[in-house]
């Protein structure tokens, strides 16, 4: 046990420690998500929760976040429209085209 405690004091071997215990939990990803839809199907609501949200299916109540959209119109060309002045009382006037 004191030789474990003076390890741990050094970042290489609890760095080594970490990268194992993700390794191990990833590969036993599979199993695990297995297990949780297992229990999902047996009627879990809190499992079957889970699993719809692991899989991007379900997002809880109070977690929705607005989404940013950016709509870019750089490169689309503006249309050429031609306005014609129209006189007060009405009737367009061939003479007073307006253009760009």
Known sequence: MRRLRQWEKYN???DA???YGLQHTDMASGAILHGVTR???????DAAKFALELTGRYTPKGQDQPT?????VNSVPRPVVKAQAVEASGHKDPQRELGP
Do not use: K, L, T
């Not at 229990?39 to 609501?45: F, K, L, N, T, Y």
């Not at 940013?68 to 870019?72: D, F």
């Open 12 to 14: 290489h071997f609890r």
């Open 17 to 19: 420690c970490w990268q």
């Open 39 to 45: 229990r999902a199907i047996a009627g879990r609501v």
């Open 68 to 72: 940013a959209v950016q709509i870019v």
